[in-house]
């Protein structure tokens, strides 16, 4: 599917480059593999996935059910069943499917470009930041992303039958990995409508016919998943609150347009993915390269527009959906524009290889320094400094005040009450809140009698220097729209609380703090007397 004359020699075999995929993600991991559960993670899809191994059933019981297919929680709980209930087996297994999906862009890129093009696209999708924090953490969508990449690369081969599968399977993964086929099927049926009137015959990757109906069919196994789940709980797409949450919430038409901002942002520039961009930018400006067998190939037309069409598609429905604008949602099409990038830069520009590297430390840095805006701790290696500052400061609540009740906000009410996701020993009694906020604090204040300590932590992480943070309408649709606030720290906690700040620790903007409170103090002081 690449235009010109390059020439390519025997491809690797596809087990072959999977193993040293995975050799290379597992060594670049091994010092994290044994952090405890990280936020969603600790919220819903391990519960979920213990849920099934300990009952057999899709449908969770220990959490409220997202309806979520259950491919991904199906496959930890069997890797548990075979080796055992740990964060290592879990880590290891989500490693399994960051290799695959690797794997599956390399295949891809190799397809529609060369295996220059190939192995630097990889290694930049390996590298970028939301990419390689993801590769490790029991999300579903680094699955459903690796399985749309291995139905691409079918897809340009043509081989209908195999396109069928893995789109199948990447709805069982995760169900907005229907966007995707239903994405190229519009297109299929667009373009020859667009050709009659503007000549645009070259852009169609395929010719309409019966066969464009088989980009239908993983609606099937996501309708049984669907209809299963309304017998099993009476409701379709997960309980009420996640429902509001996700769809009915987000649908004001300014929500729409900045969510799409930022979508188009995480798609081209998040995590200094503006410099692949840029780059590529400036590229199409220079005249294609020649060598020794002519000018350099490129992505053929109709594949770059089929991609186009599954990035537009995934952009604008994650605008309308989705109460939290998350970069990890964008997985499935961030490799894509990876790979135009790098195929261009190699068309045009005599050093591209050189560019390619400056992006691929451009993303190493990234993952230990946080940009100057906010951002998920996710989506680069933050999630770490948010999980030891969670687990020190739970073995210090539980080692210290064994029986007392903690007030605190999700997930540290889970990590506090769920022993197996690895920051207690045992349950702990928990008062919830939703947040840190001073509304939060102060109403809890007049109930200081049904608690004994807080446990307070940054919900949110929170650049010292944050871009437009003095753009008052910014602050605002961000509070509006996105859930924005701001936690009061610490000592202001404790004053507001009425207690004592008895521990206190800090990681590059993240927090964390342990609050006594003042009839504990006079306990203690009168028992060590």
């Known amino acids: 599917m690449q235009e010109g004359t390059d020439i390519e020699s025997r491809p690797l075999h596809p087990g072959l480059i999977f193993v040293l995929l995975f050799l290379a993600v597992f060594a670049l991991h091994i010092p994290l593999l044994r952090l405890p559960y990280f936020w969603d993670e600790a919220g819903y899809y391990v519960p979920a996935a213990r849920d099934l191994l300990l009952s057999g059933s899709p449908i969770p019981h220990s959490t409220p059910s997202n309806a979520h297919p259950p491919l991904v929680m199906a496959y930890l709980a069997l890797c548990w069943k075979i080796s055992g209930y740990a964060p290592v087996v879990t880590r290891t297994a989500m490693l399994l499917i960051s290799a695959f999906s690797l794997a599956g862009v390399f295949r891809l890129a190799q397809r529609v470009a060369n295996t220059e093009v190939a192995l630097a696209a990889t290694i930049c999708t390996a590298l970028y930041p939301v990419y390689f924090a993801q590769s490790s953490l029991a999300h579903l969508d680094l699955a459903a992303a690796g399985l749309t990449f291995w139905a691409l690369g079918s897809y340009v081969e043509q081989r209908r039958g195999e396109v069928v599968w893995w789109f199948s399977l990447a709805v069982l993964a995760k169900e907005t990995a229907v966007l995707a086929p239903l994405a190229l099927l519009a297109w299929e049926l667009l373009c020859p409508a667009l050709h009659r009137k503007q000549r645009t015959h070259s852009l169609c990757l395929v010719s309409r016919g019966w066969k ?146 400056i992006v691929a430390l451009a993303f190493i840095l990234g993952l230990f320094v946080n940009p100057p805006y906010e951002f998920a701790p996710e989506d680069n290696l933050a999630y770490r400094d948010y999980i030891l500052l969670h687990q020190q400061a739970e073995e210090f609540v539980e080692a210290r005040y064994p029986m007392a009740r903690v007030l605190t906000a999700w997930p540290a009410s889970d990590e506090l009450t769920r022993p197996y996701l690895g920051y207690v020993t ?28 807080a446990l307070v932590f940054s919900t949110k992480y929170e650049s010292p220097h944050t871009l437009l943070e003095d753009w008052p309408t910014w602050v605002d649709w961000k509070t509006r729209f996105f859930g924005y606030h701001r936690d009061v720290p610490p000592a202001a906690a404790a004053q507001l609380l009425g207690g004592q700040l008895v521990y206190t620790e800090r990681r590059r903007g993240q927090w964390v703090g342990v609050i006594e409170m003042e009839r504990v103090m006079e306990a203690q002081a009168t028992n060590s007397r």
Request: glycine share 6%; proline share 6%.
């Open 426 to 453: 045992r349950p702990m009694r928990v008062v919830r809140i939703e947040d840190f906020t001073v509304e939060q604090l102060m109403a809890s204040a007049d109930l200081r009698s049904q608690f004994d300590v």
């Open 212 to 357: 464009s109906a088989l980009l239908l069919a993983p609606l099937v196994p996501l309708g049984l998943w669907y209809g299963y789940h309304y017998l099993r709980t009476g409701v379709v797409f997960g309980n009420p609150e996640f429902f509001r949450y996700n769809v009915q919430a987000t649908l004001h038409p300014m929500r729409v347009l900045l969510a799409f901002l930022l979508r188009l942002w995480q798609t081209l520039g998040y995590q200094s993915l503006y410099l692949l961009t840029l780059a590529t930018g400036f590229a199409m400006w220079r005249p294609p390269l020649h060598d020794a067998r002519g000018e350099r190939g490129r992505i053929a037309p109709s594949v770059q527009v089929a991609f186009l069409a599954v990035i537009v598609t995934y952009m604008i429905f994650m605008a309308l959906v989705g109460g939290a604008v998350l970069a990890r949602y964008m997985l499935p099409v961030v490799p894509l524009s990876i790979i135009i990038g790098v195929s261009t830069l190699r068309r045009r520009v005599p050093m591209w290889s050189w560019v390619v590297v």
